[in-house]
């Protein structure tokens, strides 16, 4: 019963990523496709802990929080490219 609801989870979650790259491909302004590249960072970071829990194994929980922790610093640094023009102050 707990994998069936994994399984559903995954396919809701795959249906957000799907969303969320219409809106990087169709945002009409730069700070959607920010929001939306970030959101999807955070829906992978779910689907890969899915993963990890239907297959039990724990190296996905790992890369989970590394790819938080890049996400994080990327969205950062991005956005702070867009207002300054640079990253390294």
Known sequence: MIIVALNIAAIAIALALLCNG??????????????????????????????????GSSPYFEAALLLAMVGFVSTVAYCKFLLRGDIVE
């Not at 219409?22 to 899915?50: C, E, H, K, Q, S």
Request: charged share 15%; proline share 3%; hydrophobic share 65%.
């Open 22 to 55: 219409w809106r990087l491909f169709r945002g009409p302004a730069l700070g959607d496709r920010i929001l939306a590249l970030d959101t999807m960072v955070i829906n992978v970071i779910a689907l890969i802990l899915l993963i990890g829990m239907i297959g």
